[in-house]
């Protein structure tokens, strides 16, 4: 189901499909209604319609883009494209293919690429500029992404020194789930440093509950919950740099550091104080559904479990999601208060044509402008842009990872799985985890997948 990529915008996929009725419900609330007076409608969406001059007259043009994102989150995103094709006159045509990983690949390397992609790993982009058919941003975007993106994200859309795609959305990681009125009714307070969390852990156990579940079932991607843990904390037990060269393979699987970063998550998951609220003991963790485990915070069987800010979808419809309600998320806390590594995926907006309407989309897409349209036409949703305003995200889970994303601290960092080679980051890395989970020592863990790195 999650397609051999294992990548965030099939984890994405699949959460919001179970969870449609809650998050969907949302979102038409939120649409900006267009018809087809024109300017009226483009001035009340906050479009300054002079600033696509630049491109020339696209009027009667046509944008092809081809994505990943299918219904139901489509809509939302074809909504937030009327404000642009009513000022220029041009149509952006949307395909959207659950294949979208395997195709647009194969369609780069025939000559037929779409105008545009939504590229949702940094890996692919790679890929896709190998192909020689992927074209550079223009500078009007580059200067954009500048103003509203944080280097780091720019960086990922950037491949041997030529920027070629500005960041899309964005989905946090590092998110812990709870519930406020527990915390409230047992005295317990929000964790702020790691040291903090292993303390509220402790606390929640002494009292004689299990404070975590987990889960990390998922049919033939079984595993792959264990890797985001695995990559938070090697983010914050050893930092942004030290990251990115595990993640390159630059440093082996099996080095001290990596090897201490699967034993700190162990004296989490792997501690039968700690693990499984109203599930089971350790091993249950390995048979228990990523979708399912959480729900156990609503039972009172535990009190915390470290899932993306897209597991709220899997919430029952009807369950206040607040800070004051019945489930909420709280930032998984770095070494100290002020290191804010943040763990999470995205998309990247790749285009294959250099035409003035391509241009002047792409252009379109990297402004706060756009930002803010497709902010209040969705829920589920949200994005890096700086200039993205917080009170217009409907959600308080998208507030709450616009906040993380745009902390000034923030270091973000992609997926690691969905940036190794697809037999050690949707292979070996999972099924190593699961053996893990159910027994296999660390040192046997790390060793097999280094063994699995291609030579």
């Known amino acids: 189901m999650f397609g051999h990529s294992g990548s965030s915008r099939s984890r ?33 969406a906050g479009i300054d319609c002079s600033v696509f001059t630049q491109f020339g007259d696209i009027k009667g043009k046509t944008i092809s883009v081809y994505t990943g994102i299918v219904t139901p989150e489509d809509a939302p995103q074809k909504k937030s494209y009327e404000p642009f094709e009513k000022c220029t006159g041009a149509t952006v045509k949307y395909e959207g293919d659950k294949s979208f990983e395997t195709q647009i690949l194969v369609r780069a390397k025939a000559g037929n690429p779409p105008d545009v992609a939504y590229v949702p790993q940094p890996g692919l982009l790679q890929q896709l500029v190998a192909t020689g058919k992927a074209v550079e941003a223009p500078k009007e975007v580059a200067d954009n992404t500048d103003k509203w993106f944080g280097k780091d994200w720019k960086a990922y859309g950037t491949v041997d020194g030529k920027f070629y795609a500005a ?48 889960g990390i079932g998922s049919g033939d991607a079984t595993g792959w919950p264990v890797t985001d843990w695995i990559e938070d904390f090697y983010l914050r037990l050893y930092g942004a740099d ?5 993640v390159k393979h630059e440093t082996p699987f099996n080095n001290a550091d990596d090897t201490a970063v699967w034993n700190a998550v162990g004296d989490y998951l792997k501690n039968d104080k700690y693990v499984n609220g109203g599930l089971g003991d350790v091993k249950s963790v390995a048979s228990t559904t990523f979708q399912d485990a959480g729900l156990q915070i609503l039972e009172g069987n535990c009190s915390l479990h470290r899932q993306a800010s897209f597991y709220a979808a899997n919430f029952p419809k009807g369950t206040e999601i ?17 290191t804010k590594p943040v763990l999470g995926g995205g998309e990247f907006v790749l285009a294959f044509a250099d035409r003035p309407e391509v241009k002047a989309f792409q252009y379109f897409l990297s402004t706060d402008t756009w930002a803010n349209l497709k902010a209040k036409a969705s829920s589920g949703w949200v994005s890096a842009n700086k200039g993205l305003k917080v009170e217009n995200l409907t959600n308080p889970i998208d507030q709450l990872s616009a906040k993380i994303l745009q902390d000034p601290n923030a270091q973000f960092r992609f997926d690691g799985s969905d940036q190794m080679p697809a037999a050690v980051g949707s292979n070996a890395f999972w099924k190593q985890a699961t053996a893990w989970i159910t027994g296999q020592d660390t040192t046997t863990t790390v060793n097999n997948i280094e063994a699995a790195w291609p030579k």
């Open 12 to 44: 994405v996929a699949l959460a919001g499909a179970l969870g449609v009725g809650l998050v969907f419900s949302l979102a038409a609330c939120g649409d900006n209604k267009n018809d087809s007076s024109g300017s009226g409608d483009t001035a009340s």
């Open 167 to 214: 960041p899309l959305g964005a989905n946090v990681k590092s998110l812990v789930w709870y519930s406020p009125k527990q915390f409230k009714d047992k005295g317990y307070t929000v964790p702020t440093t790691l040291d903090e969390l292993k303390t509220l852990s402790d606390k929640i156990a002494a009292d004689g509950s299990k404070p975590w579940c987990a």
């Open 242 to 246: 030290a990251y990115d060269k595990w």
């Open 322 to 338: 607040s800070e004051t309600g019945d489930i909420y998320a709280f930032y998984l806390p770095g070494k100290d208060a002020t």
